[in-house]
């Protein structure tokens, strides 16, 4: 029997995802910080995508499982999904306290490792949280107030870095192998965050029970032998993925190029200004703090905007046009050599990295099975980290031996990809043959 949910005030929404923020904190460190590090620590720039990989191979095996196991998880203090955001944010909040500390390049890697296990945790729970939560005419506003905190988490993430390298940083001398003492602020304030924020929407909303038959099918699972327990959410995974959605397929098309050219952009704007710019590293990092921060902005100004324009002209067509400005905005960077012009184009990477951050899990969650859609909206975060992983397999070899080592190359690469992604979305059709 499907559960009717009571339609919520904008207040509860928004509490509701106000643990988004530590959440993408932590990932806007990832996004701006981390290659800076990994290049303070001696890291060759075409190793930057190989030692990226934690973020896709953790995410291909801990979102879906999660998302599976919570489907099946309930408890009456805890309820479904704030177990698994809760151990998650705590995991993180520690490797985030522990990143600055690095001494050498390998621990730096195997803290990001722990850290992108820990955020994974904590994020997928959080998508199926809001489906679990909002009837379907609020589901729009619950995921793009998500983009909204994605912004938000990011914009704060990027503005600790710009304002502690201009306070701290800028009369420092680099020293090969030593991690700059400006940045370790921004990674204690995350640590802070990614704890404290959770805690907030775990606090201020309460999940709402399982069904008689959802439970029954809960209880049944706790009553198995432990190998036939752990066995359970992989079996989940691939009877969801023989039963998805043709519409979730065609998403994965989009993914694929989509999210290949968001990682691109995010490893190679460090060295993108160390070029264009003749800055050094830590200047090139701030001013890619600075782009990050700009776009964000632009994210939380236009996140809940992009509400009633879904519900007027359709998630696909908003979606489409936004990843054409995303691209656009690829093309131009590399031949802007001002610091302050070339954040212009950061207001069409805002917009498109709003819709990206809401439209497509507005669109997922819409079509899939209620009793499943912690596990699907696992396989849709699957969609993301697949690319990243090809990305982090493939792009060093094109960058060093297609691509000449060339951070322009390598940023007007990323944008061809979002042309073809937004081409791709064109054909996300919302009809019943889909579902």
């Given at each position: 029997?499907?559960?009717?949910?009571?339609?919520?005030?904008?207040w509860?929404?928004?509490?509701?995802?106000?643990?988004?923020?530590?959440?993408?904190?932590?990932?806007?460190?990832?996004?701006?910080?981390?290659?800076?590090?990994?290049?303070?620590?001696?890291?060759?720039?075409d190793?930057?995508?190989?030692?990226?990989?934690?973020?896709?191979?953790?995410?291909?095996?801990?979102?879906?499982?999660?998302?599976a196991?919570?489907?099946?998880?309930?408890?009456?203090?805890w309820?479904?999904?704030?177990?698994?955001?809760?151990?998650?944010?705590?995991?993180?909040?520690?490797?985030?306290?522990?990143?600055?500390?690095?001494?050498?390049?390998?621990?730096?890697?195997?803290l990001l490792?722990?850290?992108?296990?820990?955020?994974?945790?904590?994020?997928?729970?959080?998508?199926?949280?809001?489906?679990?939560?909002?009837?379907?005419?609020?589901?729009?506003?619950?995921?793009?107030?998500?983009?909204?905190?994605v912004?938000?988490?990011?914009?704060?993430?990027?503005?600790?870095?710009?304002?502690?390298?201009?306070?701290?940083?800028?009369?420092?001398?680099?020293?090969a192998?030593?991690?700059?003492?400006?940045?370790?602020?921004?990674?204690?304030?995350?640590?802070?965050?990614?704890?404290?924020?959770?805690?907030?929407?775990v606090?201020?909303?309460?999940?709402?029970?399982?069904?008689?038959?959802?439970?029954?099918?809960?209880?049944?699972?706790?009553?198995?032998?432990?190998?036939?327990?752990?066995?359970?959410?992989?079996?989940?995974?691939?009877?969801?993925?023989?039963?998805?959605?043709?519409?979730?397929?065609?998403i994965?098309?989009?993914?694929?190029?989509?999210?290949?050219?968001?990682?691109?952009?995010?490893?190679?704007t460090?060295?993108?200004?160390?070029?264009?710019?003749?800055?050094s590293?830590?200047e090139?990092?701030?001013?890619?703090?600075?782009?990050?921060?700009?776009?964000?902005?632009?994210?939380?100004?236009?996140?809940?905007?992009?509400?009633?324009?879904?519900?007027?002209?359709?998630?696909?067509?908003?979606?489409?046009?936004?990843?054409?400005?995303?691209?656009?905005?690829?093309?131009?960077?590399?031949?802007?050599?001002?610091?302050?012009?070339?954040?212009?184009?950061?207001?069409?990477f805002?917009?498109?990295?709003?819709?990206?951050?809401?439209?497509?899990?507005?669109?997922?969650?819409?079509i899939?099975p209620?009793?499943?859609?912690?596990?699907?909206?696992?396989?849709?975060?699957?969609?993301?980290?697949?690319?990243?992983?090809?990305q982090?397999?493939?792009?060093?070899?094109?960058?060093?031996?297609?691509?000449?080592?060339?951070?322009?190359?390598a940023?007007?690469?990323?944008?061809?990809?979002?042309?073809?992604?937004?081409?791709?979305?064109?054909?996300?059709?919302?009809?019943?043959?889909?579902?």
């Open positions: 029997m499907k559960i009717k949910k009571p339609s919520l005030s904008f509860q929404i928004f509490n509701m995802n106000v643990g988004f923020l530590g959440i993408q904190y932590s990932f806007g460190l990832q996004q701006t910080a981390i290659n800076p590090i990994f290049l303070y620590l001696g890291a060759p720039e190793m930057l995508p190989i030692l990226n990989i934690a973020g896709p191979v953790t995410g291909l095996l801990v979102q879906p499982i999660i998302g196991m919570s489907d099946k998880t309930w408890s009456n203090k309820g479904r999904r704030k177990p698994y955001f809760l151990i998650g944010a705590l995991l993180g909040s520690l490797c985030l306290f522990a990143f600055p500390y690095s001494p050498v390049l390998w621990f730096a890697v195997g490792w722990i850290l992108d296990a820990g955020n994974n945790m904590a994020m997928e729970p959080y998508r199926a949280f809001v489906g679990d939560k909002l009837p379907e005419k609020q589901l729009s506003l619950g995921f793009q107030m998500q983009s909204l905190f912004g938000a988490g990011i914009l704060l993430a990027n503005g600790s870095i710009v304002l502690f390298q201009y306070w701290f940083g800028g009369d420092a001398t680099e020293e192998g030593v991690i700059p003492q400006w940045l370790y602020y921004s990674f204690f304030i995350g640590a802070f965050l990614s704890l404290v924020t959770i805690l907030w929407s606090i201020k909303t309460p999940e709402i029970p399982p069904s008689v038959e959802e439970l029954k099918e809960i209880n049944t699972i706790k009553a198995l032998p432990i190998s036939k327990k752990m066995a359970k959410p992989f079996s989940e995974i691939t009877a969801a993925i023989k039963d998805m959605p043709k519409f979730m397929w065609k994965g098309a989009v993914y694929l190029f989509q999210w290949y050219a968001l990682f691109i952009y995010w490893q190679f460090t060295p993108l200004f160390k070029l264009t710019m003749g800055y590293t830590s090139a990092a701030s001013q890619a703090a600075k782009m990050s921060l700009t776009y964000n902005i632009v994210t939380m100004v236009v996140a809940l905007a992009l509400v009633p324009l879904t519900l007027k002209f359709g998630g696909k067509k908003i979606y489409a046009i936004s990843l054409v400005g995303t691209a656009i905005s690829l093309f131009c960077i590399p031949y802007i050599s001002d610091p302050l012009l070339v954040l212009l184009p950061m207001i069409l805002g917009i498109g990295w709003a819709a990206m951050m809401g439209i497509p899990y507005t669109m997922v969650s819409k899939v209620q009793n499943r859609r912690g596990v699907y909206m696992g396989i849709l975060n699957m969609m993301i980290v697949i690319p990243m992983f090809i982090t397999l493939t792009f060093g070899p094109i960058y060093k031996y297609i691509l000449g080592s060339d951070a322009i190359n940023i007007l690469f990323a944008g061809a990809f979002f042309a073809i992604s937004a081409f791709l979305a064109m054909r996300l059709n919302e009809t019943a043959k889909n579902k």
